[in-house]
């Protein structure tokens, strides 16, 4: 008996030994000037996969779907409305087509033209909390707002460029620094990455420290970010050429700063006078769920000089999504199935959709299962 209860303190001691012993720690978190700065290490769940991904359906897909309603030219965004209606927008098709939440075609939304209600070069597009949908068309250099029937509503003036942008739930629209303020910029004014307009389209605010690049090329498509917004207007970024996912206010104050240790570093390299910069790619996109995570679409890994030199590059790279908690620490990585020519678009509810605009021209459709 007394061996029986040796054994058992024994066996109780270890144990509390090992609940005791320091846990590696995956991520360092400091204040820099008022700002949350989190560097992660590495996956706070280690490899436990507590977020896995199945998928739904495949909208659009090549050599399956026969009706031109269910065929794409170009999808590059999707968005969803209360009544959970599926609008994909095709960037080539210059139009949206609108979907019930069963997957049956119910519209097409706008077509190629500059009248009300027509698109030119449509490369981004939201739905407000007043059911209206706004479409930034480069093409034009305007808002298109339509209503979800597909009526016009009205158009706003606006410089559209490349670069991201986005409405806020306040009305307001962030649009990222232009080339030309991007050249003209310099170290004592390096706080013009983000612009803030109002409903009429006039600017009321800069703010977001930008890189000044010795080369010109990296000047522009260095300061380059995708982004997205939560319902309080606080706006998240993940730049595509750095290590680097920012949290601000609408009003610029910055609220955290996020990198993570990947297998590259940042840099660039030109390698002939003709030849652009060849700079390692970090972010495809980024979007919130509705428990507040942020999940980034990242490389897994840099395409290889044969890769970048052929057409649709992006297809022979792997891309993983990155979850993060509301306070920066990366909780998961997980490995998605769709190539790198995949752009993760939405996160509704528990599904998650994907775009491919120039390989396979089609939408996935996952359910977020968690463990």
Request: net charge negative; glycine share 8%; with cysteine.
């Amino acid at each position: 008996m007394k061996i029986s209860n040796l054994t058992s303190l024994c066996v109780l001691l270890c144990m509390i030994i090992i609940n005791c012993a320091p846990k590696e720690q995956t991520y360092t978190v400091e204040m820099v000037d008022g700002t949350r700065v989190v560097h992660n290490l590495a996956p706070a769940w280690g490899d436990e996969q507590k977020i896995t991904l199945s998928l739904v359906r495949t909208l659009g897909e090549v050599g399956v779907e026969e009706d031109e309603n269910y065929q794409f030219f170009g999808p590059i965004a999707v968005q969803t409305d209360q009544d959970e209606n599926i609008y994909i927008l095709e960037l080539q098709g210059k139009s949206i087509k609108k979907y019930g939440k069963d997957f049956k075609y119910i519209s097409t939304i706008g077509k190629d033209g500059s009248g009300p209600g027509e698109f030119i070069f449509p490369n981004h597009f939201e739905i407000g909390s007043d059911s209206r949908i706004y479409v930034f068309d480069l093409g034009n250099q305007r808002i298109e707002v339509m209503t979800l029937e597909g009526n016009y509503y009205e158009s706003i003036r606006m410089q559209i460029g490349n670069q991201s942008a986005m409405r806020l739930e306040s009305g307001s629209y962030v649009k990222l620094a232009g080339a030309r303020q991007l050249m003209a910029m310099t170290e004592d004014n390096l706080n013009i990455l983000m612009h803030i307009y109002d409903s009429a389209g006039n600017e009321t605010n800069v703010f977001g420290k930008t890189r000044i690049y010795e080369d010109i090329n990296m000047r522009i498509s260095g300061n380059d970010a995708q982004l997205t917004h939560d319902l309080e207007d606080n706006i998240f970024s993940a730049m595509i050429y750095q290590n680097r996912i920012e949290k601000y206010t609408s009003f610029g104050e910055l609220l955290l700063k996020i990198s993570r240790q990947l297998p590259y570093e940042e840099g660039y390299v030109r390698r002939s006078r003709e030849d652009v910069s060849r700079a390692p790619i970090f972010s495809r996109s980024i979007t919130l769920d509705e428990k507040g995570r942020i999940w980034v679409q990242t490389y897994a890994a840099q395409m290889t000089p044969e890769e970048r030199g052929k057409a649709n590059p992006f297809q022979y790279t792997q891309t993983m999504l990155e979850v993060y908690d509301e306070t920066g620490v990366l909780l998961t990585r997980i490995k998605t199935n769709p190539s790198g020519d995949y752009r993760m678009s939405l996160i509704h509810k528990n599904r998650i959709y994907f775009t491919s605009s120039s390989v396979n021209m089609d939408v996935k459709i996952y359910e977020i299962i968690e463990k």
